[in-house]
């Protein structure tokens, strides 16, 4: 007796798709015609097949997606489940009741998922980003507890504004927002690069963590997290100034660390490797992508901003009480390679 396979929804991974008997045909023809194969999936195949869509940056847009669910289920479109669907968020009620947390890059990708969940934990978020309109929707979608500011964290006036949103109590602070570089090494790399990625990725980070500490030395307590990279902990994931501005990040967090972890104040860093945020490198160095294309192959799988959420969280909330000055490769094992 042969036995159906099981129906495939947009919640599955794309290993599980690339494996069905049904679904990895449908999924090769598609790729086939836009002249790639199964091999160019190998680094999500842990992901969703509908983080595709973010993923491609509108080349896959969502119609394709729900029409090949479709096409493997014989014109049906199944219930979507828990099961076999991969990783799943776990909630944690109350983990952050009462406290006010500053999330800097809120409206999208890694910040925004940070932001949800410590809503949806109970916490106060003041949502930080440069731009408004995907902030308003951000506050659309988790309501009074999250707070818009829209803003830029190189100005100084600007930062005055989201501390002030914050009011007297700063429980946390998740520096998240950052921008990549054109993969460009030092001798093809401009001043405006340069100039532009320090200005986000260092003095950003250091003039917010400098004017959320008074409040949190006040109360004798806090949690700051930095978002660092897979390119703070090696020389050949990016150009030279977005790897010199993560490992800076790196620098500011242990010596934040250092001076204030005997005031209650614990400051740890997260080390992304690959994540489906959409966010991309254009006009690219032709040098730099040759030098390190070989090794963005290794890339053991790509995340979702929810699996980084996860790491930044646990490291804000009372679960990393025993951590200060970590720098945390959430990386799924690249770090080991």
Do not use: C, Y
């Given at each position: 007796?042969?036995?159906?396979?099981?129906?495939?929804?947009?919640?599955?991974?794309?290993?599980?798709?690339?494996?069905?008997?049904?679904?990895?045909?449908?999924?090769?023809?598609?790729?086939?015609?836009?002249?790639?194969?199964?091999?160019?999936?190998?680094?999500?195949?842990?992901?969703?097949?509908?983080?595709?869509?973010?993923?491609?940056?509108?080349?896959?847009?969502?119609?394709?997606?729900?029409?090949?669910?479709?096409?493997?289920?014989?014109?049906?479109?199944?219930?979507?489940?828990g099961a076999g669907a991969g990783w799943q968020e776990r909630i944690t009620a109350g983990r952050f009741d009462g406290r006010t947390v500053i999330v800097t890059g809120a409206?999208?990708?890694?910040?925004?998922?940070?932001?949800?969940?410590?809503?949806?934990e109970g916490g106060r978020v003041i949502g930080v980003d440069i731009t408004a309109e995907k902030l308003k929707e951000a506050e659309a979608e988790l309501g009074e507890s999250f707070v818009a500011v829209a803003g830029d964290i190189t100005r100084?006036?600007?930062?005055?504004r989201i501390v002030a949103a914050a009011g007297d109590r700063?429980?946390?602070?998740?520096?998240?927002?950052?921008?990549?570089?054109?993969?460009?090494?030092?001798?093809?790399?401009?001043?405006?690069?340069?100039?532009?990625?320090?200005?986000?990725?260092?003095?950003?980070?250091?003039?917010?963590?400098?004017?959320?500490?008074?409040?949190?030395?006040?109360?004798?307590?806090?949690?700051i997290v930095n978002v660092a990279s897979e390119a703070a902990l090696r020389g050949n994931a990016a150009g030279i100034a977005y790897t010199a501005s993560k490992h800076a990040v790196v620098g500011i967090t242990k010596n934040t660390a250092f001076m204030y972890g005997q005031q209650g104040i614990r400051t740890n860093a997260v080390a992304p490797g690959g994540v489906a945020t959409g966010m991309a490198p254009v006009n690219t160095s032709e040098f730099g992508r040759g030098r390190t294309g070989p090794f963005l192959q290794l890339i053991p799988g790509v995340a979702m901003a929810e699996h980084l959420a996860a790491s930044i969280t646990f490291l804000l909330s009372d679960d990393g009480v025993n951590l200060n000055g970590v720098v945390l490769p959430s990386d799924g094992g690249w770090s080991v390679q």
């Open positions: 007796m042969t036995t159906a396979p099981k129906p495939l929804t947009a919640a599955n991974t794309v290993g599980e798709w690339l494996d069905h008997p049904v679904g990895g045909p449908a999924l090769g023809e598609l790729l086939a015609a836009g002249g790639a194969d199964a091999s160019s999936l190998a680094p999500v195949r842990g992901l969703p097949l509908q983080q595709l869509v973010a993923l491609s940056q509108g080349k896959m847009p969502q119609s394709v997606i729900d029409d090949l669910v479709l096409q493997v289920n014989g014109g049906v479109a199944p219930v979507e489940s409206a999208s990708g890694i910040g925004r998922a940070t932001a949800s969940r410590i809503v949806r100084s006036d600007d930062i005055e700063i429980d946390g602070l998740a520096n998240i927002a950052g921008v990549v570089d054109d993969f460009s090494p030092a001798h093809e790399a401009s001043d405006a690069v340069w100039e532009k990625v320090f200005a986000v990725n260092v003095d950003g980070v250091f003039r917010l963590t400098r004017a959320v500490l008074p409040a949190m030395l006040s109360a004798g307590r806090g949690a």
